[in-house]
């Protein structure tokens, strides 16, 4: 938020230490900025603190950020989800026979690609196998929807799309004969070591049946065996889960895999899956322990952000969150505190979820939970790090280019927001037209959201022409005609109308103030020549400066006249400026003249010459401010010409009707607009542009 101005200027200090203090402790609403050059150091100060937090927010996000994490991923997908090595990949997945062929065949080749004897099972010889796999399987009663009475007959069985109330709980009821392990699949239990999970059809809970395998590649093919002889898929069923969990020692990652498919109740099975490559374990290396000296450094600067929020909060009460900067200020602490809490139940968690899974071998150990967490942890990290750097903008509003940015935004928003209600209405018709005409046939338009990403996609150019005429010969394209017409050619062209305009007229009106003021980056620059000019060139200047003093203290009178030649002003005669004399006529001027800091009197130039006045040339800042007071002269002398060629207008008139013969009345002829019978035009005179120059 903008610091208000104070009546008292803060005492100026001198030393590192209290440079320090300054730089880091005070707050912007306790600091006094009443010129440009002191709102600029300021404003630089708090730049210094902020990039050295974005530095120190950036290594400890990116700290745990691995390329290794992808190719972990890819891995892992090319192994159970879509390789090409593989009999039958999770997308080919569509029926029940398929599901059953993908479970004994790829599934148990995949998980039991080596085991070694004291060691446990290895995915890919170098991702250990954390616990048991398992199955868990969602059911629907046989009664969760009615049949209607003329199928009454005919029809003894309906099952409806999943929900938690229409839930089958009963347990299953056959023999294991490959397996005693079976049998515990057959049980129902409310509430397993699982989450919540949203899939593309439904919102699935924590119960179900659950199915563990084994680490002996044979046991689990029995066990698979003696579920598909009994029918544990049947069809009630409206979701198969797949869940283990691997690691990899090599680069410290968790991969947490989760395989899902969904049973349609118009049959048929839609597929997904989820695999989090995620390091949980932390501060295990050198490396995780300098990075937990940043996070300590993060925290350091969060409760110094808090002081300071805290701080103008008390001066500005309310009008504290008018400034949208200081909302994201709060944002972004708000997040890096929740991701420190979520880092401290990492921590706390993690170590008990792997001695649980060393010594429990015959169980499920679920790392779902604090996966699911972490991912929050990653997303908190991300936009934390984008507001971050987006706040920088912040710091730049001194320059004119973010000052042209920012204004158009601001000005135009209202001209947006009205535009924005227009466009969306038209849009929202498409979309809803688009789900009535093809959401029965195209995938794209299959339900409103889809409707909504596929018109957008169309924005960008990402379309489908042919499956949308392939969809109706005539709707098709006449739909997509009519909307690439609304949106795209008159639409969006008002809408960078209104961009364009605005920017206009704010780049016009910048370019034409007349307030003085410096830009950030000149003043950056004169930061950094007076850095380098305290080296070495201070010392020289001072020297200068006492030896022109010391010169002057001793120089002798100066001489009015040549020698022999009297002045009126030289009442002794003697050609020499004596006390008591009235001073001449140049040496009177003196006084204003040496008021100029870009003039300088010469007094040195021999008995013979009086005083000789040297320019010196003006400083960069006086010459701006000179240049936007010639712009004030030339915009005010147009003025005064306009007006003058409309009063010569009308005398023009006025001669013509005289020589015509007509005689107008004077009162009558109305006069030029803008110039009243006693407005005066003010000159500038030299006192007006002389002005101040601080």
Request: charged share 25%; net charge negative.
């Amino acid at each position: 938020m903008e610091s208000h101005e104070n009546s008292e200027q803060p005492q100026e200090k001198s030393g590192l230490c209290n440079c320090f203090l300054n730089c880091v402790f005070l707050s912007k609403s306790q600091t006094n900025l009443s010129d440009g050059e002191k709102k600029f150091k300021s404003q630089l100060k708090e730049l210094t603190v902020y990039i050295l937090f974005l530095i120190t927010l950036s290594v400890v996000i990116y700290g745990t950020v691995t390329p290794y994490q992808f190719y972990y991923t890819k891995s892992v997908e090319n192994l159970f989800v879509d390789g090409n090595n593989i009999e039958v990949t999770w997308g080919e997945v569509e029926s029940w026979d398929s599901l059953w062929r993908y479970l004994q065949n790829t599934l148990l080749d995949g998980i039991h690609d080596n085991k070694i004897e004291g060691k446990g099972v290895y995915v890919y010889n170098e991702n250990k196998l954390l616990s048991l796999p398992r199955l868990r399987q969602l059911k629907i009663s046989n009664d969760s929807c009615e049949i209607p009475s003329v199928f009454s007959n005919v029809l003894f069985n309906c099952y409806s799309d999943y929900s938690v109330e229409e839930e089958g709980t009963d347990n299953l009821q056959f023999i294991s004969f490959y397996s005693d392990q079976s049998n515990e699949g057959k049980v129902y239990k409310e509430k397993l070591n699982t989450r919540p999970y949203s899939g593309q059809l439904a919102r699935y809970g924590y119960g179900g049946y659950q199915q563990l395998l084994s680490t002996d590649k044979n046991i689990s093919s029995f066990i698979l065996h003696d579920l598909k002889f009994n029918g544990w898929i049947d069809r009630g069923t409206r979701a198969v889960f797949i869940d283990f969990t691997l690691y990899n020692a090599n680069i410290n990652m968790f991969c947490i895999v989760k395989l899902v498919a969904e049973f349609l109740p118009t049959g048929g099975i839609a597929t997904s899956h989820e695999i989090l490559v995620q390091k949980l374990l932390r501060y295990v290396s050198t490396k995780d322990n300098i990075l937990f000296g940043f996070e300590v450094a993060l925290i350091v600067f969060v409760v110094y952000y808090i002081v300071v929020e805290s701080v103008e909060l008390m001066v500005f009460r309310m009008n504290y969150f008018v400034q949208y900067w200081n909302v994201l200020d709060n944002i972004i602490i708000v997040q890096i505190l929740a991701g420190a809490a979520i880092s401290l139940y990492r921590s706390v968690t993690i170590n008990d979820l792997i001695t649980k899974s060393e010594t429990d071998l015959d169980t499920f150990t679920s790392f779902e939970t604090i996966a699911y967490y972490e991912s929050i942890y990653n997303d908190l990290a991300a936009m934390c790090l984008f507001f971050s750097w987006i706040k920088i903008f912040k710091y730049l509003k001194f320059n004119k280019t973010m000052r042209h940015f920012s204004t158009t935004l601001s000005r135009c928003s209202k001209d947006i927001l009205s535009f924005a209600v227009m466009f969306f209405i038209i849009f929202f018709a498409f979309a809803q037209l688009g789900l009535l005409l093809f959401g029965t046939i195209l995938r794209d338009f299959a339900t409103f959201h889809d409707s909504t990403y596929t018109l957008f996609r169309i924005i960008l150019g990402d379309f489908d022409f042919l499956a949308l005429e392939q969809a109706s010969t005539l709707l098709g394209p006449v739909f997509f005609i009519t909307y690439i017409f609304c949106v795209f050619f008159i639409l969006l062209n008002m809408f960078l109308a209104i961009i364009n305009d605005t920017y206009s007229e704010v780049k016009s009106e910048m370019n034409s103030e007349t307030r003085p003021g410096l830009e950030f980056g000149d003043y950056i620059k004169k930061s950094f020549k007076g850095l380098f000019s305290i080296c070495g060139k201070k010392d020289e200047e001072d020297e200068e400066d006492e030896a022109s003093v010391d010169m002057k203290e001793s120089l002798p009178p100066l001489r009015v006249q040549p020698d022999g030649v009297a002045s009126d002003d030289d009442d002794s005669g003697d050609s020499l400026f004596d006390e008591g004399e009235k001073p001449p006529r140049m040496l009177r001027t003196q006084e204003t003249i040496s008021s100029y800091p870009q003039w300088d009197i010469q007094s040195n130039m021999g008995d013979h010459f009086g005083p000789r006045v040297v320019y010196k040339g003006p400083s960069t800042e006086e010459f701006k401010i000179l240049c936007r007071r010639v712009d004030r002269n030339d915009d005010a002398m147009g003025s005064v010409i306009s007006k003058i060629d409309a009063v010569l207008g009308k005398l023009e008139l006025l001669e013509k009707s005289y020589n015509k013969g007509v005689y107008p009345v004077i009162e009558q002829i109305p006069f030029p607009e803008g110039l009243e019978d006693e407005q005066t035009i003010h000159i500038p005179d030299e006192t007006d542009l002389r002005g101040d120059w601080t």
